[in-house]
């Protein structure tokens, strides 16, 4: 009767981590984001945002549709903004830029380096993200949708340089 208590709790311990690594729930569920443009408080109110990158994003591990833009605003300030993005859902997905033109694959993106931009706000819907200052655009030229738990590229999307 012990023996049979213990496989019991055993099963429920085992079960209960495998929910928290794999969390399949996130495949059923999506998280919808709509952000705004951002509006940057400066003296130069008049002056638009210009754009600087711009690529669409194709899927690697998981289908994924939209495009991603890097703006630099009339403070001074940077940031990408994802629109009519859509990806799967999953545990510890993140935004990186990677030092690569592209990556067709995880092992890229695990060797060129990567800058995180946090945690993905959604799977779906138009989002921004800060650019960090010192972040280098000749050097990080895609954005990728990286799953942390599992080290698996979702999608990237290439930056090209656009004219204004």
């Not at 495998?18 to 130069?44: C, D, H, I, K």
């Not at 939209?66 to 940077?78: D, E, H, I, S």
């Not at 990567?114 to 655009?137: C, E």
């Amino acid at each position: 009767m012990l023996r049979r208590k213990f496989i019991v709790v055993l099963v429920l311990v085992i079960i209960g981590v495998m929910w928290y690594l794999f969390r399949p729930e996130r495949l059923f569920v999506n998280q919808t984001v709509n952000e705004g443009f951002p509006v940057a408080n400066s003296e130069r109110q008049s002056a638009s945002p210009q754009v600087l990158f711009k690529g669409n994003f194709h899927g690697v591990a998981h289908e994924t549709k939209g495009f991603a833009t890097v703006y630099q605003l009339p403070n001074g300030g940077r940031v990408l903004r994802f629109t009519e993005f859509k990806t799967s859902n999953g545990p510890e997905v993140q935004v990186y830029l990677i030092a690569a033109n592209d990556a067709n694959d995880s092992d890229t993106v695990k060797q060129a380096g990567f800058v995180s931009l946090g945690p993905i706000k959604g799977n779906i819907g138009d989002q921004n993200y800060d650019l960090p200052a010192d972040v280098d655009l000749a050097k990080y030229k895609a954005v990728t949708i990286w799953c942390r738990r599992f080290g698996v590229n979702f999608a990237t999307a290439p930056l090209a340089p656009q004219q204004n």
